[in-house]
């Protein structure tokens, strides 16, 4: 069945890059999603992409999608205090019209 | 910036008793969501709602689970009898339409069954 993967937990300093890895199974997986939810608020759609893209930009966010190897990663730039939060990975497959699988969520934590 | 929002943010409820877990969608969104989420598990799909009917609904989505929209603004999840199982963060979420996949969630309900 459909699977994402994460890591469970991540810690970078104030200021580094920070690179959150996630892998998938449903290779006809169209949209893949970054989320962030932050203590006692909802899950905050941070950006997507679509399955036929392999890298989206957007401000100090890079995502990065390795199609082949069903990978996809979320890398923040000049990493801030305000960036501490879960980070989920998520895709929608082809065969779904709606739903969203969800990754178990890496914990981001900011050394300063 | 419109948001998806929802009430309450915290229910207690007895194992037995119906619960109805309210959201409002973002204005002119035609898909509705729910999804929950377990303690220290995954945020799982429960169900999809599109012109007045339900499109898709997870295993999870039993009889004990109903949705509705009865009005124009809000969406509802109803438990029938919830069991100790049902406590969770349940999320409601909308998407605007057919070409965009962004779906967009509320802050959660935290559901309590004692």
């Known amino acids: 069945g459909e699977d994402v993967e994460q890591s469970l937990f991540l810690s970078v300093r104030e200021g580094d890059s920070s690179v959150i890895n996630c892998t998938y199974t449903?290779?006809?997986?169209?949209?893949l999603y970054w989320y962030k939810q932050e203590p006692g608020a909802g899950l905050q759609l941070l950006t997507y992409i679509f399955s036929n893209m392999d890298m989206k930009q957007d401000q100090r966010l890079t995502v990065l999608l390795n199609k082949k190897d069903k990978h996809l990663s979320l890398r923040i730039a000049d990493t801030q205090t305000g960036d501490s939060a879960i980070y989920f990975c998520?895709?929608?497959?082809?065969?779904?019209?709606?739903?969203?699988?969800f990754g178990s969520g890496t914990r981001l934590s900011i050394r300063p | 910036e419109p948001e998806v929002t929802q009430t309450p943010s915290h229910q207690v409820t007895q194992m037995g008793q119906e619960v109805i877990l309210r959201c409002v969608p973002i204005s002119n969104h035609l898909y509705f969501y729910w999804y929950r989420q377990i303690l220290g598990q995954k945020v799982e799909f429960l169900v999809s709602?599109?012109?007045?009917?339900?499109?898709?609904k997870s295993e999870i989505f039993d009889d004990q689970f109903s949705v509705e929209r009865p009005d124009g603004s809000n969406f509802t999840l109803k438990i029938r009898s919830t069991k100790l199982e049902d406590s969770a963060m349940y999320f409601c979420?909308?998407?605007?339409?057919?070409?965009?996949?962004?779906?967009?969630f509320g802050p959660g309900t935290r559901l309590t069954v004692t």
């Open positions: 979420a909308s998407r605007a339409g057919t070409t965009s996949y962004e779906q967009y």
């Open positions: 449903d290779s006809s997986s169209t949209y």
């Open positions: 709602f599109y012109n007045n009917e339900i499109s898709e």
């Open positions: 998520a895709e929608k497959g082809y065969s779904s019209a709606s739903k969203i699988i």
